[in-house]
């Protein structure tokens, strides 16, 4: 029969192409897990940096006759404007000014008291600069601290340095199952185990959230050591999810796939 024939050959070429599929989307995952594994390394190592920059700024005084990036020193500028959000879900805080290098164009204060909801456009206010920090802008013997310092940078950067790596480690893991089985999940499918991986991945990411609040008072250090530990509580919770199962109760058969 010719149509038989036909048919043959066409899902013939269609199991290379859904081959081929795999492979192309496994070898794009392997190379962007490998990108993400390496800047979660630049991360991690630039966190001794930040360390040190947080210790330089709390132990900085204003400046003296001689007027360095290391103490704090006076700027003048204007006040070009605010943008003050309240919603719930939206909230900016933002003063935006107009002066000599290096006080940037744009300042994240953190609230509307004691200052940014007194000032308007065309106000002259003295900027506290630290290196290139805006650290606190005043008017008029008021001074409020703005959200511009290296304050807690270590600790997010090792906390983003984390998730990044729990993505790039499940993606250059999804991606070689997929080239290395890749007429397999042609003809069956992508394994549910490899998407149950991709849960727990997530999951791993927002473990970092809380290993990086903690740094509050455990610093990066405590942030790298709690983070793996909550993941294996995380990988512990969800152990069942590697074994599914066909059928019910005492007859349940376990399904099995390639690691």
């Given at each position: 029969?010719?149509y038989?024939?036909?048919?043959?050959?066409?899902?013939?070429?269609?199991?290379?192409?859904?081959?081929?599929?795999?492979?192309?989307?496994?070898?794009?995952?392997?190379?962007?897990?490998?990108?993400?594994?390496f800047?979660?390394?630049?991360?991690?190592?630039?966190?001794?940096?930040?360390?040190?920059?947080?210790?330089?700024?709390?132990?900085?005084?204003?400046?003296?006759?001689?007027?360095?990036?290391?103490?704090?020193?006076?700027?003048?500028?204007?006040?070009?404007?605010?943008?003050?959000?309240?919603?719930?879900?939206?909230?900016?805080?933002?003063?935006?000014?107009?002066?000599?290098?290096?006080?940037?164009?744009?300042?994240?204060?953190?609230?509307?008291e004691?200052?940014?909801?007194?000032?308007?456009?065309?106000?002259?206010?003295?900027?506290?600069?630290w290196?290139?920090?805006?650290?606190?802008?005043?008017?008029?013997?008021?001074?409020?601290?703005?959200?511009?310092?290296?304050?807690?940078?270590?600790?997010?950067?090792?906390?983003?340095?984390?998730a990044?790596?729990?993505?790039?480690?499940?993606?250059?893991?999804?991606?070689?199952h997929?080239?290395?089985?890749?007429?397999?999940?042609?003809?069956?499918?992508?394994?549910?185990?490899?998407?149950?991986?991709?849960?727990?991945?997530?999951?791993?990411?927002?473990?970092?959230?809380?290993?990086?609040?903690?740094?509050?008072?455990?610093?990066?250090?405590?942030?790298?050591?709690?983070?793996?530990a909550?993941?294996?509580?995380?990988?512990?919770?969800?152990?069942?999810?590697?074994?599914?199962?066909?059928?019910?109760?005492?007859?349940a058969?376990?399904?099995?796939?390639?690691?």
């Open positions: 029969m010719p038989e024939g036909d048919d043959r050959h066409g899902a013939r070429r269609d199991l290379r192409l859904r081959t081929l599929w795999h492979r192309c989307w496994g070898a794009v995952a392997v190379l962007l897990g490998v990108a993400l594994i800047f979660a390394g630049v991360g991690l190592a630039r966190v001794p940096d930040d360390m040190a920059e947080e210790r330089a700024y709390r132990a900085t005084r204003p400046c003296g006759a001689a007027v360095t990036g290391d103490c704090l020193r006076p700027v003048q500028a204007t006040v070009r404007g605010t943008e003050i959000r309240e919603q719930a879900r939206n909230q900016r805080y933002d003063l935006r000014l107009t002066g000599p290098s290096p006080v940037p164009r744009e300042v994240a204060m953190g609230g509307t004691p200052l940014l909801g007194h000032l308007r456009a065309g106000d002259v206010v003295t900027v506290t600069m290196r290139d920090y805006a650290t606190a802008v005043s008017k008029d013997g008021v001074t409020q601290y703005s959200d511009d310092n290296p304050e807690g940078l270590s600790l997010w950067s090792t906390a983003i340095a984390l990044l790596l729990a993505i790039g480690l499940f993606a250059a893991y999804a991606g070689g997929a080239v290395a089985h890749a007429p397999l999940h042609a003809t069956t499918g992508l394994p549910a185990r490899l998407r149950k991986r991709g849960v727990q991945t997530i999951g791993a990411v927002f473990c970092a959230v809380p290993a990086g609040m903690s740094g509050t008072w455990t610093g990066p250090v405590g942030v790298i050591v709690l983070w793996p909550l993941v294996a509580v995380l990988l512990a919770a969800t152990r069942r999810l590697d074994a599914p199962k066909w059928g019910r109760g005492r007859h058969r376990a399904v099995t796939h390639p690691e």
